[in-house]
């Protein structure tokens, strides 16, 4: 009686996180797009000045108000969105890619590989992201790509360490000694049999990694080590209006409401992915 109502308890559980998934795919679905169209969506001109115009609040017209100088701000936000969210999604891309296959090379061959980039990932690990991503950055100049490659520089050991534990579990597995034995090569072996294993833990980990790095990118370009004027993107945004924030709020709260509603909406969907991987979900679908 009791494993019946675990198994109904489960499977209720299970039916509520693929609605949610369901739910959150569109959402982000629809926040691409609009990123991805956004020069076509954008009312205005983005880049297009107006003095006359300048510092206009919210209105029917600018329903974001205008910036010092001039252009209109629901303008600017959609077309930042372009640069911020994709320019996240490459990074982390980058950095789950690499650190995987760093990290399940390690695991697979161990030895003085091992040791050596582990090592160094430690190295990473033991400095704040953000803070070593703003040296790095910092010699490198300005710009979106260097912020980006600032942040892949520091990020990919998380992702290293996640595959590094998942191939240790599974090397030396039944299945795995199957194969062996069965004539494969050890590239055949982390290629068609440890990889696929390994990709749920680092699939949730890359989507919840998607709102932290969109942080951490738009800190850089806050702090002037990212995206520089007059591109539009988020954190440049505002780091651009900061000191007009008590007079003229809507310039910095615009492109702060972008980056809210799509670290939350990605935070969103990471969790719900991560639910709807549970294997305790999956042996009631």
């Known amino acids: 009686m009791n494993e019946t109502v675990t198994v109904r308890t489960q499977k209720i559980k299970s039916n509520h996180a693929k ?16 990123a991805l ?3 076509q969506l954008a009312p205005y001109d983005p880049y297009a000045q107006n003095l006359e115009e300048a510092m206009q609040p919210p209105s029917v017209r600018h329903i974001m108000g205008t910036d010092q100088h001039g252009r209109d701000m629901f303008s600017r936000v959609l077309v930042g969105g372009r ?3 994709f320019a996240t999604l490459a990074l982390v891309a980058v950095i789950s890619v690499f650190g995987t296959c760093v990290g399940t090379l390690c695991g697979y061959y161990g030895g003085k590989l091992d040791s050596v980039i582990m090592r160094i990932s430690d190295v990473c690990l033991a400095f704040p ?4 991503a703003m040296a790095v950055a910092a010699l490198l100049g300005g710009g979106i790509s260097n912020a980006v490659l600032a942040l892949a520089v ?3 050991p998380k992702y290293s360490r996640v595959a590094r534990s998942q191939t240790l579990a599974l090397k030396d597995g039944p299945f795995i000694s199957a194969v062996r034995l069965a ?3 050890s ?4 290629s ?22 969109m942080m951490e990118l738009a800190g850089l370009s806050f702090l002037g080590l990212g995206a520089v004027p007059p591109t539009a993107e988020w954190g440049n945004m505002m780091s651009t209006g900061r000191s007009m924030l008590q007079m003229y709020p809507w310039i910095v709260l615009s492109p702060g409401i972008g980056i809210f509603i799509s670290v939350v909406l990605f935070n969103l969907l990471g969790d719900t992915v991560r639910d709807y991987l549970d294997p305790r979900n999956s042996r009631s679908r």
């Open 19 to 34: 609605r949610r998934l369901c739910v959150f795919l569109v959402l982000t679905a629809l926040l691409l797009l609009t």
């Open 37 to 39: 169209f956004s020069m």
């Open 83 to 85: 640069t911020s969210i």
């Open 129 to 132: 992201g953000l803070v070593f």
């Open 154 to 156: 520091v990020s990919w």
């Open 183 to 185: 004539g494969s090569s």
């Open 187 to 190: 590239i055949q072996v982390v």
């Open 192 to 213: 068609r049999h440890i990889l696929p294993n390994i990709l749920g833990p680092i699939l949730v980990t890359a989507m919840l990694d998607i709102g932290t790095m």
